[in-house]
């Protein structure tokens, strides 16, 4: 048996299956169609222009994006649902 597994079974030491908390951000890539994208970066500048700012990032309004679908998930559900079927 490895160090490591021995370590395990011995009275006192953490359960096995425990891991860090992680504290980097996660980097995702995310491909769009063009149309997509043209939705997107117009949504952004309509945004910009609701905030009364210069201009919000694309990764600014994804993160939004995913913490509204996180709170409410149900529509974001249906349209996948949706777009499987064809």
Request: hydrophobic share 40%.
């Amino acid at each position: 048996m490895t160090a490591a597994a021995l370590s395990r079974t011995e009275l006192g030491t953490r359960p096995t299956g425990r891991t860090a908390i992680r504290s980097k951000p996660v980097r995702i890539t995310l491909d769009l169609s063009p149309e997509l994208y043209r939705q997107l970066t117009e949504w952004t500048q309509s945004a910009a222009i609701e905030l009364d700012v210069p201009r919000v990032a694309l990764a600014d309004a994804v993160r939004a994006m995913i913490k509204v679908t996180a709170d409410s998930p149900d529509e974001v559900i249906e349209r996948l649902r949706r777009d499987r079927e064809g």
